[in-house]
């Protein structure tokens, strides 16, 4: 029974090693109510390249797959936050404004909070609405 485990413990890790996913367990602890929640983020690390639409908003920068219609939160790890929302204003010169971009990056799923999370390490402005430019 002991060897059954081993060789399917074995046979999994090599499963998601060979899928390029990793997983991460948080525990984090609240120091207002002495609660312990627990988070789980699954991330497939392989790169793609997501064609739809980036808003930005209040602080947030979303992306809406044109493909699947799903939203996703986006993060820059190695942009500047603030040029970032300068650029998106600069280019569209409002809120709120559809600016169509080919994002490369991976998604980032937080199983926990039901968040999804596109960290991009690239992207290319497509077309921007209604400029037809």
Known sequence: MDFKKKIILFIS???LSACSMQMEVN???DDKNEER???V???NTKLKTYKGWWVYGEGQHIFKDEETLDEYN???PYEDMKELSAL???VCEMEYFPMECAMKGYIQKN???KQNTLLV???EILYIEGCGE
């Open 88 to 90: 998106y204003l600069a």
């Open 41 to 43: 983020i699954v991330e």
């Open 27 to 29: 525990i984090t602890k």
């Open 74 to 76: 986006l993060e820059f």
């Open 111 to 113: 199983i926990s909070v």
């Open 13 to 15: 890790s090599i499963f």
């Open 37 to 39: 929640g627990t988070g």
């Open 121 to 123: 390490s690239d992207f």
